[in-house]
């Protein structure tokens, strides 16, 4: 029953509840925080440094100012271009894969090997790229550098198409088995076409994943300060641009070092943003 | 990650010849990624077979790391100064983020109104998508300084004279530390450990929310004595997560954390590496088939501990969903 | 044969109801009230009068409204996103809509049985008894906490059944132990008034049976509310039975209320007849 002592209790608890929300508010602000402040840091000092030269000429030799990191934006696109075009086909046809027909062993194989994957600590397949092919068979190269990205990429297309293959209702496939048609057909051209946006969506993803990664590039791809179109040879990429321009002792290197890194933000954003658009239109259309 | 349910799609055998050949593709596709998996595990324990057979446990727990020989000292690759520094940070960031992430998570999911939570939870949750080279340069040219400067003075003016802890802070403040590396670090995990977390919260079963109200709980009862009781196995597994994340990360924890010292002391104010950081720093180097073999080794050390919490992480979470599943509101 | 007749017979059967004792709970009041999920009417205007010493059921179709009605009594209604409840409901003449009432207070008055057992799964089943007794008194010693458990669990039979793993965790039992686990809980804060949302939808009938043998027992404390979709439960169990209805042109609304005998052999409204015999929901 409600008495004095139950009353004098009751008022603790509440103070200890506006204590303890107040707590989790603050948390919150910090958390938040942290985001404003270190892209707004990058943008603050990066985007001083933004010019045409930024984005045409390579690097000035030490300390040297003006130039740019051209070769390393080239670098990134072509490396993200053939670690894309390896990763994709097999992404898309695991998903597919154990989406569609897999049941049994194999498929269950087939899905825990994709969560390992995706699981793997980026520098780790950067050794792995580095043992294989770097020591003996290409060397530093870009095309090293497009397999170790190609690594990160599947795990993540395949995840994402997966997810997405899922939501296509059973009813369609039904329906199209139904009439007899087979069930290649059924998967191409039932219900892939449903859900193309989405699977850009995923790709997209992962190739502003990938477009991140310094770890395993820098044990494979190595870094360039020339143009270089051969990927048979070590290749620039923004990222690692980024890290040997910070680790250096020349201010202005510090300063093309955030600037590059405004532009990768700003690179990895527009590929995610394009995603939500694309996510928030599909979902649109098809409800 | 999600907690999903596996779910068989209507299907039929292969009929005809572009059946086949349609399976065969996606077939090959899918034995690609088996393979890969396995091609990289057996890949990495073959190659640091040699490392592994010249130094065995010494590897682990030696502390000396000497590629040349000379006529003092032999060949020697002992990663326990790696070792510690990826315990060390990767702890500091599990201790700072995990408060951040867990009340976010709480403040998101249980006191703030739908329309104020979901942008909150999104922007925290920004924070994965920024590359971890720009927490490298954002740490090493704006939070080093700030905790060379003001926090870690600051630390060993304060908990510095306590005794016992104060050896945690002892020594000059360098700013590129262990200490850093954690904080850093930190910022890093906190997303992950948000998210999860508050998927793990929302699956608490409404029954147990409404039992603990109907007691005439407040809402930080509610919060405090159901709800987070319920989900401690699966908010572990968040961290656990996080904390995988962390023993992997590389580039963000090179730029600050000095990898200069090999040292193994109490101070969290020393410049240190972790097994990544030394990784990164070293392969350029690796010039014989024992040191690359090292170098390998390494990797596989790293592989094997990330792949632990990996997999403890999800054991508990799977366990929470299994839990959930049976007493469903 | 009249369908309503082996109905009428269990009631009949039953020994007498008691005379409620002095100190058993406190009335509840209902006076138009509405509840309301955002813009969806669930129940409208009911006015209902509740007693202590008696056990009322409410009875009706599904979708009639029965678990908002209830639910409104310890305002666990508008704990949903969007919900809300217009009208006054008095416990013991002081309306716990008041404007200044503070609905977590009230709710320590009011016990509630949910429909699926909820014990806490973290919790032993020592701990989940005196859950509400650690949240809501002060300290007590160790031989206080062992007491209020003894005499909950008895209270409710279970102690003989659970003495020896009263440190097991509260998910271990079976579902009916589970249930009467749950009502030891409630009870063991000394509410005024115990509400049941179909406490025994999840149970087997022996399980079922044992509870309602409980009611019996319990009603002489408390106020008790029981929610139920099976008439011959609400026959067996109940003093007084208030009937609800709800269609496509009405929110859920009071059809009929009085003594259980008198609504079952005699309803005053042919929905209630057709509601009873069968021939309705």
Redesign the interface.
């Known amino acids: ?2 008495s004095r ?2 009353d ?3 008022a603790q ?1 509440r103070v200890r509840g506006v204590v303890n929300a107040g707590i989790a508010v603050a948390l919150t602000v910090l958390a938040v925080s942290a985001l404003f402040v270190i892209v707004g840091h990058i943008f603050v000092n990066g985007v001083g440094s933004l010019n045409l030269d930024f984005f045409t000429k390579i690097p000035k030799p030490y300390g040297e100012t003006g130039g740019g990191i051209a070769q390393a934006i080239l670098g990134t696109l072509a490396m993200l271009c053939l670690a894309a075009i390896i990763a994709v086909p097999i992404g898309v046809g695991t998903a597919i894969y154990i989406a569609e027909i897999g049941r049994g062993r194999f498929a269950q194989m087939v899905r825990f090997a994709i969560e390992l994957l995706a699981e793997l600590p980026s520098i780790v397949v950067g050794v792995f790229i580095w043992a294989l092919l770097v020591r003996n068979i290409t060397g530093y190269s870009g095309i090293a550098g497009a397999c170790a990205l190609a690594v990160i990429m599947i795990p993540i297309i395949a995840r994402s198409v997966e997810e997405i293959l899922k939501l296509v209702p059973d009813s369609l496939r039904e329906a199209a088995l139904a009439l007899g048609t087979p069930r290649w057909k059924v998967v191409l051209f039932i219900v892939i076409p449903t859900v193309l946006p989405g699977m850009f969506t995923g790709i997209m993803l992962a190739v502003a994943r990938a477009a991140g990664e310094t770890a395993p590039l820098l044990l494979t791809s190595l870094g360039n300060a020339f143009f270089n179109f051969d990927m048979r040879k070590p290749m620039a990429a923004m990222p690692l641009q980024i890290y040997s321009y910070a680790v250096s002792p020349y201010d202005d290197w510090h300063k093309k070092a955030w600037a590059s890194t405004l532009v990768l933000i700003a690179l990895v954003a527009v590929l995610s943003g394009a995603v939500k658009f694309f996510t928030r239109r599909w979902k649109h259309e098809s409800h | 990650m999600t907690i999903k349910n596996l779910i068989v799609r209507p299907t039929t055998k292969a009929v005809d010849s572009g059946d086949r050949l349609f399976t065969t593709l996606v077939g090959a596709a899918s034995s690609i990624v088996v393979i890969l998996l396995l091609g990289f595990i057996i890949l990495l324990v073959v190659d640091s077979r040699e490392s592994i057979r010249s130094f065995g446990m010494g590897f682990l727990t030696g502390s000396k790391w000497n590629p040349v020989a000379t006529e003092v000292n032999h060949i020697q690759f002992g990663a326990l100064p790696y070792i510690f520094g990826t315990v060390v940070t990767s702890l500091i960031a599990l201790a700072l983020a995990t408060p951040l992430a867990l009340g976010s998570a709480i403040f998101v999911s249980e006191y703030a109104p ?1 329309w104020l939570g979901k942008p909150v939870a999104f922007i925290i949750e920004l924070l994965v998508a920024i590359p971890s080279v720009a927490y490298g340069i954002w740490g090493l040219f704006v939070l080093v300084p700030i905790m060379r400067n003001v926090v870690e003075p600051f630390l060993q003016s304060t908990i510095g004279k306590v005794p016992v802890i104060g050896a945690l802070v002892a020594g000059p403040p360098f700013g590129q530390d262990l200490l850093t590396g954690g904080v850093v670090l930190a910022i890093m995990i906190l997303p992950t450990i948000l998210s999860l977390s508050r998927e793990i919260i929302a699956h608490v ?1 409404r ?2 929310k ?9 809402r930080w ?1 509610v919060l405090s ?2 709800v987070l ?2 989900a ?1 196995g699966g908010i572990v597994g968040a961290a656990m997560l996080g904390l995988a994340r962390a023993i992997g990360e590389t580039m963000a924890v090179t730029m600050v954390i000095g990898n200069s010292s090999t040292k193994i002391g109490a101070s969290l104010l020393t410049p240190g590496y972790t097994i990544a950081s030394a990784i990164a720093n070293q392969f350029t180097e690796a010039d014989s088939p024992i040191y690359f073999s090292a170098i390998v080794e390494l990797g596989l050390v790293l592989l094997i501990v990330a792949s632990v919490f990996n997999i403890g992480s999800r054991l508990l979470i799977r366990r929470l969903a299994r ?1 959930e599943g049976g ?3 | 044969m009249n369908p309503i007749r082996p109905l009428a017979d269990i009631v009949r059967n039953r020994t007498a109801p008691e005379n409620p004792s002095a100190n058993a709970g406190r009335s509840i009041t209902v006076r138009s009230l509405s509840a309301f999920y955002g813009k969806h009417k669930a129940i409208e205007d009911i006015d209902l009068d509740i007693h202590p010493g008696v056990v009322t059921a409410i009875i009706g179709p599904s979708g009639c409204g029965k678990s908002t009605m209830i639910r409104c009594i ?1 305002r ?1 209604h508008e ?1 949903i ?1 969007g919900a809300y409840a217009t009208g006054s409901v008095l416990l013991d003449g002081e309306d716990i809509y008041a404007p200044d009432a503070n609905p ?9 049985v ?1 429909q ?1 057992p ?6 032993t089943v020592y701990e989940n008894v005196i ?2 007794i650690r ?4 300290k007590m010693t160790k031989a206080g906490y062992d007491e209020a458990v003894e005499k909950s669990l008895r209270s409710v039979a279970l102690w003989d059944e659970v003495k020896d793993k009263l440190h097991s965790s509260g ?1 271990s039992l079976s579902g009916g132990q589970q249930q009467r686990l ?1 009502i030891a ?2 009870i063991a ?2 509410p ?1 008034v115990l509400l049941l949302d179909e406490p025994c939808s999840a149970l087997d009938p022996t399980a079922t049976l044992k509870i309602e043998d409980l009611l019996f027992e319990l009603k002489e404390a408390y106020t008790i509310v029981l929610v139920t979709h099976n008439m011959q439960q609400a026959a067996r169990a109940s003093d007084t039975t208030a009937f609800f209805l709800a269609d496509e042109r009405h929110a859920g609304h009071l059809i009929e209320q009085g003594p259980t005998q008198d609504m079952f052999m005699h309803p005053k409204d042919q929905r209630t007849e057709d509601y009873i015999s069968g021939r309705l929901g």
């Not at chain 2, 603990?212 to 709980?217: K, P, V």
């Not at chain 3, 909820?118 to 919790?123: G, I, Q, R």
């Open positions: 029953m409600r002592s139950e004098r209790k009751f608890r | 739908s079963p029954l147990q409404e039992g603990m109200l109907a007691l005439g709980a407040t009862e004595k159901a009781p319920y401690r839990r007493s469903h509101a | 310890n666990m704990v996103a977590v207070r009230m709710r320590r008055r009011i016990g509630m949910f699926k909820n014990p806490f799964p973290t919790k859950a509400g949240l809501n008194l002060p998910a749950c809980r409630a804060i000394e005024e």
